[in-house]
């Protein structure tokens, strides 16, 4: 696979205090600083739905969202591709489905790989071209064997586009089709990224706090 085109966020970036930004006060003290602003965040997303849209127009097209982190991302994604969608000529409309999706990665067997898929029934999928939308990309265990297992159905055509891939050496070299941002190897929270289900209420993406962390352990 080819590396995407990305925003690349550098190892040194200073992210931005989040004292300089609006956070719920629920959440201050939780997270250390702002890596990606709510603001970036929309502007890429309109870029990423362009570059979908442009792939798609004229065609079927069944956008899977990998719950729950990805949902915001799904979310601001679809409306833009529908805004295109809608103002476009006949012939260039997107003809849109959605699906949802549950995967759950099993890393304590790392070598396996294995997913628990639910909430959706494959065999929908069979014959469709079908666009798999995910928060993040960190070792690419979950792609690799979700992309395996809808490959199964044999569906017309699989992309997957990514809002992030993290840098790290744990990666299996798994790549997204497209993606927002190419980011440091670090915990990231926010925009429906969670830990233990806190943080998805969020809007920017940001780096959680040792405080952050010890708080909501479990
Ligand atoms: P992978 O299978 O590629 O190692 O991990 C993918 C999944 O792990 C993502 O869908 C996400 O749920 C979770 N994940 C990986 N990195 C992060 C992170 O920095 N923050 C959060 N909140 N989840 C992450």
New binding site residues.
């Given amino acids: 696979s080819v590396m995407p085109e990305m925003i690349v966020i550098p190892d040194d970036y200073e992210a931005i205090p989040v004292s300089l930004l609006s956070i719920p006060t629920r959440y201050q003290g939780d997270v250390d600083s702002c890596l990606i602003p709510f603001g970036l965040i929309t502007d890429r997303v309109q870029k990423l739905a362009e570059m979908v849209y442009e792939q798609y127009k004229g065609k079927e097209l069944h956008m899977l969202c990998?719950l729950k982190?990805a949902y915001r991302f799904f979310s601001d994604l679809l409306k833009e591709i529908s805004a295109l969608s809608a103002a476009a000529d006949a012939p260039d409309v997107v003809k849109l489905s959605l699906h949802f999706v549950r995967v759950k990665?099993y890393h304590n067997t790392e070598s396996t790989g294995d997913v628990k898929i639910s909430g959706i029934d494959l065999d929908d999928l069979a014959g469709k071209n079908v666009l798999i939308v995910?928060?993040?990309?960190?070792?690419?265990?979950?792609?690799v064997a979700f992309t395996a297992e809808l490959q199964k159905v044999t569906p017309a055509s699989v992309e997957v586009i990514s809002l992030l891939v993290?840098r790290t050496p744990r990666s299996n070299g798994f790549l997204p089709h497209y993606a927002g941002f190419s980011i440091p190897d670090?915990?990231?929270?926010g925009y429906a990224?969670?830990?233990n289900e806190v943080f998805r209420d969020l809007n920017h993406i940001c780096i959680i706090s040792e405080a952050g962390i010890e708080k909501y352990r479990e």
Avoid: A, N, P, R
Avoid at 134 to 143: A, F, L, Q, S
Avoid at 186 to 189: N, P, S
């Fill in positions: 990998l982190g990665s995910e928060d993040i990309i960190d070792t690419g265990t979950t792609m993290k670090k915990f990231l929270v990224l969670d830990l």
